[in-house]
């Protein structure tokens, strides 16, 4: 079945320094969504990327979509202790409904 | 988005026993998930809820031990039935929006 990887599992930071996760999918995806899990709370939708190539901005967030719609990236700049949280990507294949999660990054900021 | 009302937030409950979980949606949708995430683990994909028919359970859930109604298409529940202690963990609903997906707020279940 479809898989999901996603790392690093942990990063500890200083508030301040930038940050990044990776996801790879096993198998190619009609689109790839990211989620914010605050400690104690549930995921929360930040976005979706579908396009090949695509690149999408947040304020301090930026999110990328590989060429080949199997891998993506979520880049914080100069993360603030309001990051502080578990940052999911999330696959969906075409003609599918169920998305399938990656295993998380949990991010620490060292105020 | 629709917003979505989960019900208990927590439980402690008696191995043996059963908890049902509800979910309440703000708006009519066609499906409904369920999750189910282990302390500090990501999501586990457990059933899709349709309104009018059977859930469709993933490999590894059956209906046996997690039920599921799905009488109109703003609710949903999920019960946990015969519970031990391998069933303690945050359980929680998800519809599918325009643009990702809305979770409920996730039922913390811990089973003594």
């Known amino acids: 079945g479809q898989q999901v990887m996603q790392i690093p599992q942990y990063q500890h930071v200083q508030e301040g320094e930038d940050f990044t996760t990776y996801c790879n999918s096993s198998t190619t995806l009609s689109n790839i969504q990211w989620y914010k899990q605050r400690p104690g709370g549930h995921p929360v939708f930040l976005i979706q990327l579908v396009k090949s190539g695509e690149v999408k901005k947040q304020k301090r967030l930026t999110f990328q979509f590989g060429e080949a719609k199997k891998n993506s990236s979520l880049h914080i700049t100069a993360t603030q202790t309001t990051d502080v949280g578990t940052y999911f990507c999330?696959?969906?294949?075409?003609?599918?409904?169920?998305?399938?999660f990656g295993k998380g990054t949990k991010l620490s900021v060292i105020p | 988005s629709a917003v979505i009302s989960q019900k208990p937030s927590r439980d402690i409950c008696q191995r043996g026993t059963s908890l049902t979980i509800q979910c309440q949606v703000d708006?009519?949708?066609?499906?409904m998930f369920w999750y189910r995430q282990q302390p500090g683990q990501s999501l586990t994909l457990i059933a899709t809820?349709?309104?009018?028919?059977?859930?469709?359970?993933e490999s590894g859930f059956v209906i046996d031990k997690f039920p599921i109604s799905r009488p109109n298409l703003t609710f949903s529940t999920l019960t946990v039935s015969n519970m031990s202690p391998e069933d303690s963990s945050i359980y929680l609903c998800s519809t599918q929006e325009a643009y990702g997906y809305t979770f409920g707020s996730g039922t913390r279940l811990t089973v003594v």
């Open positions: 809820a349709n309104q009018g028919s059977e859930a469709t359970y």
């Open positions: 999330a696959g969906l294949r075409a003609g599918s409904y169920q998305l399938t």
């Open positions: 708006s009519q949708v066609t499906m």
